[in-house]
C-alpha cells in the first residue's frame, strides 16, 4: 500500500510540473495571441503535458474529463500552428517561383489565411473554457 | 496521439522501476511503426512520429540513475523535425490539390520525399553499433544484431 501511494505521488509530481509548465506558455501565448512564436511554446507545452498524462494519468488518478479537454485544446493550437507553418512554407515557395507557380501560390496562401483566422477564433474560444491553465 | 498505448503499472514497486517500463513500451511503440519509413503512407509515418516525441518526451522527464538519455532525446528531436516538416509538405500537397495547384502540390511531395529519406537515415544510424539507441536498448533490455 505505501509502495502505490508513493508511485502515485511520484506520477502526480511529474504532472503538476508539466501542468505548470504548460501553463506559464499558455499564459505567455494569451498575453499576445498574434505571435507565432508564443503559440508555438504553448502548443509544445500542451504537448507534453498530454503525453505526460497519457503515460502517468491513471496513475496518477487524473480524470478523463482533463485529458480530453488537454486533447481538445492541443488539438486547437495545432490547427493555428499548421497554418502559421505553411503560409510561411508558401512564402519559401514563393522567392523562388516561376509565374504559373506564383498563380497558384498566392491563391493557396490567400486560402492558408483564412483558415488560420478560422482556427485562431476556436482557438480563442478552448482557452477560455480552461480557465485553470490561463494562469 | 489518439493510438497511444494505455500503460499500466500493475506489481511495478518504484519510480525507477516504472521510468524502465514506461521507456520499455514506449520505444516498443516505436519500433512497431518504423516500418511507416519505407512505406510512403503518410499517416503511418505521422503515427510513427507521434510515438517517437512520445518517447522523447519521457526520456526528457525521466532522469535515471548513472544512464545519459540525452543523446538519445536528440536523436528523436532531429527526426521528428524532419517528419514533422514531411508532415507540413504532405498537408500543404493536399491543401494545394484542393485549390487545384498541381505545380505547388508537385514541389511539395518532392520536398517531403527529402525530409522522409534523412529522417529515415537517421533513425537507422542510431542502431548501429555505438549508435544512440545503445544506452535506452541497454536500460530497457532490448536487444538487435548489429547492422
Known amino acids: ?135 | 496521439m489518439k493510438d497511444a498505448r494505455d500503460i499500466t503499472f500493475a506489481g511495478i514497486a518504484d519510480s525507477q522501476e516504472a521510468v524502465r517500463h514506461l521507456l520499455r513500451v514506449r520505444f516498443a511503440e516505436c519500433l512497431e511503426k518504423e516500418h511507416a519509413l519505407g512505406s510512403g503512407d503518410d499517416e503511418a509515418i505521422h503515427a510513427f512520429r507521434l510515438a517517437c516525441k512520445r518517447l522523447r518526451y519521457a526520456l526528457e522527464r525521466s532522469p535515471a540513475d548513472g544512464t545519459d538519455f540525452k543523446p538519445v532525446a536528440k536523436v528523436l528531436a532531429n527526426m521528428t523535425e524532419e517528419l514533422g516538416a514531411a508532415h507540413d509538405c504532405a498537408v500543404l500537397a493536399k491543401r494545394a490539390l484542393d485549390c487545384d495547384a498541381a505545380l505547388v502540390a508537385r514541389r511539395a511531395l518532392q520536398d517531403r520525399g527529402r525530409y522522409v529519406r534523412r529522417a529515415s537515415r537517421m533513425w537507422h544510424d542510431a542502431f548501429e553499433s555505438g549508435g544512440a539507441f545503445e544506452t535506452l536498448a541497454s536500460f530497457t533490455g532490448f536487444r538487435w544484431s548489429p547492422q
Request: charged share 35%.
Open chain 1, 1 to 135: 500500500m505505501l509502495e502505490s501511494n508513493t508511485l502515485q505521488v511520484w506520477a502526480q509530481t511529474v504532472i503538476a510540473e508539466q501542468i505548470t509548465a504548460a501553463a506559464e506558455t499558455l499564459a505567455s501565448y494569451c498575453q499576445k495571441p498574434r505571435s507565432a512564436e508564443r503559440l508555438h511554446r504553448a502548443r509544445k507545452g500542451l504537448a507534453r503535458l498530454r503525453a505526460a498524462l497519457q503515460d502517468l494519468g491513471t496513475l496518477a488518478g487524473a480524470t478523463h474529463e482533463f485529458l480530453d479537454r488537454i486533447y481538445e485544446l492541443h488539438r486547437r493550437a495545432g490547427k493555428v500552428r499548421d497554418a502559421d507553418v505553411l503560409v510561411s512554407r508558401v512564402d519559401e515557395y514563393l522567392k523562388n517561383a516561376a509565374s504559373d507557380e506564383r498563380h497558384e501560390l498566392r491563391a493557396l496562401r490567400a486560402a492558408l489565411q483564412k483558415r488560420r483566422k478560422r482556427a485562431r477564433r476556436k482557438l480563442e474560444q478552448a482557452v477560455r473554457e480552461l480557465p485553470e491553465l490561463r494562469g
